[in-house]
């Protein structure tokens, strides 16, 4: 079944400590992004990947890292999150120049104390 | 500042009647937009899109009507059905680049 498989689904931390939200599809697609959805503001992209090794900045990528080693992973990292992080975030992928195809995943809802 | 603005949070409608969702954009440059539906718990879905060639695209109970002289389209569920109460983004991209805005979104709910 083709899909975008983010991890975790839920996850609580606290201001500082380091960490990682998984992004994964078995699409092959070239285009994946990050995106995080806040009431009363919609989606927002964080950062994108047009292919490996190809990483861009969004509209909101502060407080943000991420990488694109393989073409199948884009790993979203937050390296001291703060409580304004707190979201629901959204990786998707797609073919390129498809814009129609565009995948998400099921969302990861992030909160930060 | 959101170049895509929905500006009904919420629309409540019975079954078997019309849903009318409206969407704004500032960006002149946009040539192609989208619906996405979403359920809870799960990702958006695409859902239809129209070209600023055309003023209208039908598929089924939905179709999307552009106005760009207003800078204004809509999408329209005739008729709604339970099955039908999501919540609707509006999105909008320049085919130079394919960047997609996005619209805060409208809660649906179809009333039986």
């Known amino acids: 079944e083709a899909q975008v498989t983010q991890n975790p689904r839920y996850l609580i931390t606290v201001t500082g400590k380091k960490l990682t939200v998984t992004c994964s599809q078995n699409?092959?697609?070239?285009?994946m992004s990050w995106y995080r959805q806040d009431p009363g503001l919609g989606l927002r992209q964080i950062y994108y990947?047009?292919?490996?090794?190809?990483?861009d900045k969004g509209d909101v990528p502060e407080g943000y890292k991420v990488s694109r080693k393989e073409k199948r992973n884009f790993p979203l990292i937050l390296e001291s999150p703060s409580p304004n992080q707190t979201s629901l975030y959204f990786c998707?992928?797609?073919?390129?120049?498809?814009?129609?195809?565009?995948?998400f995943g099921s969302g990861t809802q992030l909160s930060v104390l | 500042d959101q170049q895509v603005k929905q500006n009904s949070p919420s629309l409540s409608v019975q079954e078997g009647r019309i849903s009318i969702l409206n969407c704004d954009y500032t960006n002149s440059m946009f040539d192609y937009f989208l619906w996405y539906k979403k359920y809870p718990a799960e990702g958006p879905t695409f859902l239809i899109s129209i070209s600023s060639i055309k003023d209208k695209n039908e598929d089924g109970r939905f179709t999307v009507f552009l106005n760009k002289s207003a800078k204004h389209l809509s999408l329209h569920i005739v008729p709604s059905q339970p099955g039908d109460s999501a919540v609707y983004f509006c999105a909008a991209a320049s085919t130079n680049d394919y960047k997609l805005s996005f619209g805060a979104g409208t809660t649906v709910t179809v009333r039986a």
């Open positions: 699409m092959n697609h070239e285009y």
């Open positions: 990947s047009m292919n490996v090794e190809v990483t």
């Open positions: 998707a992928s797609r073919r390129t120049g498809l814009i129609e195809k565009l995948f």
